[in-house]
C-alpha cells in the first residue's frame, strides 16, 4: 500500500493561531481524506480532499475552519483556523484508491492548543 | 503517553490465549468492512476486510467473523502476542460510497 507522510508529527499552539498540516503520498492516489480523532474517541471525517477542486466537508466542518488544498495526486493540506483548546486533536490522512476500497492512513499530527 | 483509547472499552487477555474483539455496525446497507488496529503514537493499521457476500475471512493469526442478521463483525486473534495490544477498530462502508463510518473501538491489553 501507498506511503503516508504527515508534518507535523506533533504541535503545541497558541490558541487564536493557525497551522497547516501537510499529507504527502508515494503515489498517485484517487481519493485523499482528513480525519479528526478527539482524545480517547473515535474516528470522524472532516473532509475529502478533492484533486483541483473544493473539498467535500461533513455535516459539522466548515471551509473557513478547515480550509484544505489538494493541488496534485500526491498531496494535500489541512489548516486548522483560529485554534482553541476544543481543536486539540489527532489530525490523519488517509488515503484510497475509491469507494469501496481499503483506505490507508498516516501516522497523524498530535496537535494541543494553550 | 499517547491520549488515544484512553476511555474506550478494554479487553484484557493472556499471552497466548486467543482474542474476540466484537463490533455492532449501524447502517443495514454496509456491505464492506475493515477492522483497523492503532497502536500508541500511530495511525490507524489495515488488519483485514471482508465484503458482505461472505461470513467469514481468515488472515495470519486473524479471522473476522460478519453476521448480516444482526449487524454484527468480530475480530478473532489466535494466540495472542503483546505486540497485538493496541486499540482496534471497525469501519464500515457501503460499496461506490467513500464514506466509512468507524466504531467507537476496543482497547487491547495483553497481559504476560
Known amino acids: 500500500s501507498a506511503v503516508i507522510s504527515q508534518k507535523p508529527s506533533r504541535d503545541i499552539c497558541q490558541r487564536g493561531t493557525s497551522l497547516t498540516i501537510q499529507c504527502q503520498v508515494d503515489?498517485?492516489?484517487?481519493?485523499m481524506f482528513w480525519y479528526r480523532q478527539q482524545p480517547g474517541q473515535s474516528l470522524t471525517l472532516i473532509a475529502t480532499?478533492?484533486?483541483?477542486?473544493?473539498?467535500?466537508?461533513e455535516s459539522g466542518f466548515v471551509i473557513d475552519k478547515f480550509p484544505i488544498s489538494r493541488p496534485n495526486l500526491t498531496f494535500s493540506t489541512l489548516t486548522v483556523s483560529n485554534m482553541s483548546p476544543e481543536d486539540s486533536s489527532i489530525y490523519l490522512c488517509?488515503?484510497?484508491?475509491?469507494?469501496?476500497?481499503?483506505?490507508?492512513f498516516g501516522d497523524g499530527t498530535r496537535l494541543s492548543i494553550l | 503517553g499517547e491520549s488515544v483509547g484512553l476511555h474506550l472499552p478494554t479487553l484484557s487477555v493472556q499471552e497466548g490465549d486467543n482474542s474476540i474483539i466484537n463490533c455492532a455496525y449501524s447502517?443495514?446497507?454496509?456491505?464492506?468492512f475493515i477492522w483497523y488496529k492503532q497502536e500508541s503514537g500511530k495511525g490507524p493499521q489495515f488488519i483485514i476486510d471482508?465484503?458482505?457476500?461472505?461470513d467469514k475471512r481468515q488472515g495470519q493469526r486473524v479471522t473476522v467473523l460478519l453476521n448480516k442478521t444482526v449487524k454484527h463483525l468480530s475480530l478473532q486473534i489466535a494466540a495472542t502476542q503483546p505486540g497485538d495490544s493496541a486499540v482496534y477498530f471497525c469501519?464500515?462502508?457501503?460499496?461506490?460510497?467513500?464514506?466509512?463510518?468507524f466504531g467507537t473501538g476496543t482497547r487491547l491489553k495483553v497481559l504476560a
Open positions: 488517509s488515503v484510497a484508491s475509491g469507494g469501496g476500497q481499503p483506505q490507508h
Open positions: 503515489s498517485q492516489v484517487t481519493m
Open positions: 480532499a478533492n484533486q483541483g477542486s473544493e473539498a467535500t466537508y
Open positions: 447502517n443495514s446497507a454496509s456491505d464492506y
Open positions: 471482508i465484503r458482505s457476500n461472505m
Open positions: 469501519a464500515e462502508n457501503t460499496s461506490g460510497t467513500y464514506k466509512y463510518i
